[in-house]
Structure formats: structure tokens, C-alpha cells
């Protein structure tokens, strides 16, 4: 668990940052504005700009807290998920259709699973739904790299496959029905 642990102090080094930062431009800020001697003219910051200024920061650092927090149990599982894969299943996509390893992939429950999934000809999108039609992840397949990612599936049961980009005329026709099959080991 080095990897978490060095996550959780990157992420505490950020946040001190941030607070180091906006506590240096309150300081900054907090000064009434100076008149000049050319008419009056205030130089510096209105009020209504600080607000504004302080409301973004705000969202932002509220945004990375609740984003990217190690600490959240989701954000552990997906973001910094240090476990090797215990299957590897590669999938091609040519001519507006998939071709899988094996009909249906059989995949452990709650396992790690890598797919690398590979385009010959046009910029695909590789979706797996479950059997109410909720999308579970995708990701863009785009030809020539070696398209990689690496789930886990929480809930057993049959999983559709098909893209999710727009590749023409075709592209309604590309999916497979109960194309994965997750069950239990044991």
C-alpha cells in the first residue's frame, strides 16, 4: 500500500498549498484600494471582483477535495487501484464490428480485469452495459495505441458490449448482446 500512502501525501501537500495560496491572497486583497493621483482612479481589486475571485477558488478547491480525494472509497478503488490484473482479455475492432477472444468473456466477480481493445481502421468507442442498459464504463478506441483499462466488476451477471463513438452508417449494428458474463468464483 506505498503507492496509496504516497497518493494521501500528495494530496494533503495540495490542499496545503491551496490553503497557503488563498490565505496569501486574502492577505493580498484585504487592503482598501488606492486612490491615484490622476483623477481618482482606484487601482487594485473592487469588491465585487474579490468576491468573485474568492467564490472560484473556492469551487476549485472544493472540486479537488471532493474529485480527487484519496480518502474516498471510490477514488481508492479506481483512481489508485495498485493490483495487477488477474485476466487480460483483448479485443479488436475492425469494419464496424468486435472480435472477441471467446463468446461470451467470462470474467470473476470482483476481480481486476484489464481490456485492451484495438482499432485497424476508424475511431470506435468500447462500452459494456449492464442488462438494465446502464452504461458501467467506455472508453475511446482510437487506432494505432493500445487502448487500456482495467475494471471490477461488483455485480454478477450478462453485460452487453458496443461502441459508444459515432463511426458511420454502421455504427448502430455494433454491439453484442450478454457479450461478458460475470459470475462468482468459487
Known amino acids: 500500500m506505498e503507492v496509496q500512502w504516497a497518493v494521501e501525501m ?3 501537500s495540495l490542499i ?6 488563498i490565505l496569501l491572497f486574502i492577505y493580498k486583497t484585504r487592503k482598501p484600494p488606492k486612490i491615484s493621483t490622476d483623477g481618482g482612479v482606484h487601482k ?3 469588491r465585487r471582483e474579490k468576491i468573485w475571485m474568492y467564490s472560484l477558488i473556492t469551487v476549485a478547491i ?3 477535495i471532493i474529485f480527487f480525494s484519496p480518502l474516498i472509497p471510490s477514488m481508492q478503488y479506481n483512481i489508485y487501484l495498485d493490483e495487477e490484473p488477474v485476466k487480460t482479455i483483448v479485443i479488436r475492432m475492425e469494419n464496424h464490428s468486435f472480435i472477441l477472444p471467446e463468446e461470451p468473456i467470462v470474467i470473476p466477480l470482483g476481480e481486476p480485469v ?3 481493445v484495438y482499432s485497424e481502421d476508424l475511431t470506435y468507442g468500447f462500452g459494456v452495459f449492464r ?3 446502464m452504461l458501467v464504463f467506455q472508453m475511446q478506441v482510437v487506432p494505432g495505441y493500445e487502448n487500456r483499462l482495467v475494471w471490477v466488476f461488483t455485480e454478477p451477471g450478462n453485460y452487453t458490449i458496443r461502441s459508444t463513438e459515432y463511426s458511420g452508417p454502421e455504427h448502430p449494428y455494433m454491439y453484442i448482446e450478454d457479450a461478458i458474463v ?3 468464483v468459487g
Not at 496545503?16 to 495560496?21: D, L, P, S
Open 182 to 184: 460475470v459470475e462468482e
Open 62 to 64: 472544493i472540486g479537488n
Open 10 to 12: 500528495f494530496y494533503y
Open 114 to 116: 484489464e481490456f485492451k
Open 44 to 46: 487594485g481589486m473592487d
Open 16 to 21: 496545503t498549498t491551496y490553503t497557503i495560496v
Open 131 to 133: 442488462e438494465d442498459g
